[in-house]
């Protein structure tokens, strides 16, 4: 063996499957005991190889586990298994047998039960605890306690006692093709543990992608080792994805699959929000600059109440940068999603009168036992602090934790709703006016000569009036008038 060669490919494997030396090690002893098996070991023999490195020696052992009467199955109990196994598959070739050959497998049980053994699972799961634990003796597998102990003094139930084989190089042409399956299935296991310890580690961290496919509305997207899911549920809505287009994403979940780790992946995410500042904000990411609370509406607008722990650092500005150049980077990672920065404060009638911007409050009153704040707001800025579909209000809501109530000053709102005053006579003196409209006319002789002198007037001014000349007015057209040829 040339083992400078076998120490490179051996190198080469595991830098790229990123995997440690000592798997890809493991992995050829596995191989070599399972060649080993197939040509030159028993039936139910366990062997084991060993391989150094350095010297490229091969070592085959085989395994015993050390035994003793009370955990191995007597051969009344060996009977019994054996007739219930045949019973069962008696009974299972009959349940076959009585279903009609239309029915679908879909449509019979799951499970068959008959003398209450189910049909199809090992006899095993139906015994005791106890008798779980018995084993059937095999000399190749097992040793009794009384032989391993003149073999070692101080061995143990359960404890393996390893035998020396003979080893040989060659094998046949099935054994190298066991050896290679088993290599293959190994090193994929162990790539597929160690890309789900790598992710596992990153949970709540940001990364970047490129967009491999879109499959229905799941975007599939390629952030390195392995393929992460968007979900449908954890998009921006109304976001597009295209092929081959780098995003930022946050890992919200791994989990183990069969095929390999599940990595699932969100745009929607509130957390996201707060690792974009982080990697665009140095105050942030130094602990400076803390984000206290964040609400989000996706793809819509976000608030964001930050506070600085060191004196003479505007905890706003830093977010926001110089012309805005930093906020405007997260908007447009975002896809153009409005983000108001706002100054956290302890005194919760100030947090809530900062969450309502760009909106200015006249006053807050806060009820601290129902956690509600009452707001007063100017009437031209009242729309202004409701938000289009009660939205600000709603995030600022969410980004304080209280319930807020917008309303127009008092003023305003005591002239639309003051109900009318009501006057009790019994009190109060009637007013001045009132008295004299109800006072009784009484015709005087001055309103007499008036009247008449009215009248001569009129009289006089008439005829004028008839001289006048009057407009005429155009006659109007008959509507089943015929029109003129002319």
Partial sequence: MDLKSFTQAIEQIADEKGIAKERVFETIELALAAAYKRDYG??????????????????????????????????????????????????????????????????????EKADGLSVGVSTETEVSADEIKKVRFNPEKH??????????????LGDELEFPLEYHESFGRIAAQTAKQ?????????????????????????????????????VFIDVGRTVGILPFEEQIPRERYRIGERLKVLITLVEKNPRGPGV???????RLLK???????????????????????????????????????????????????????????????????????????????????PAKVISVEVNARRREAYTTVPEDMLSLAIGRGGQNVRLAAKLTG???DVRPPASAEATASRPKETVDPSSQEPPAEPEEEQKEYVPDSRDKVIVESAIKEAEQEKPQDDAAPKEEKPKKKRKNQPKSNI
């Fill in 42 to 111: 028993e039936r139910g023999q366990i062997v084991r190889a060993k391989l150094e490195p350095e010297t490229g020696k091969v070592e085959v052992k085989q395994i015993k586990i050390v035994v003793d009467e009370t955990i191995i199955k007597s051969e009344e109990e060996i009977a019994a298994e054996e007739e219930t196994r045949r019973l069962a598959t008696e009974q299972s070739v009959a349940v076959v047998a009585m279903r009609e050959p239309s029915a679908s497998p879909r449509d019979q049980p799951v499970e």
């Fill in 264 to 270: 699932f992946l969100s745009r929607s995410h509130p």
């Fill in 275 to 357: 690792k974009l500042f982080e990697i665009e904000v140095p105050e942030v990411a130094a602990g400076t600059v803390e984000i206290k609370s964040m609400a989000r509406e996706a793809g819509s607008r976000s608030k964001v109440a930050v506070v600085s722990h060191e004196s003479g650092v505007d905890p706003v500005s830093s977010l926001v940068g110089q012309k805005g150049i930093r906020v405007s980077t997260v908007i447009n990672e975002l896809g153009g999603e409005k983000i108001d920065v706002i100054e956290w404060s302890e005194d919760p009638a100030e947090f809530v009168a900062h969450a309502l911007s």
């Fill in 402 to 404: 209280w319930k807020i």
């Fill in 143 to 156: 040793i009794m306690i009384e032989e391993a102990r003149k073999i070692k003094s101080d061995v143990n």
């Fill in 182 to 218: 088993v290599i293959i299935q190994r090193i994929r296991e162990a790539e597929r543990e160690a890309v789900f310890d790598e992710f596992k580690e990153r949970e709540g961290e940001v990364v970047s992608g490129l967009v491999q496919r879109v499959e229905g509305r799941n």
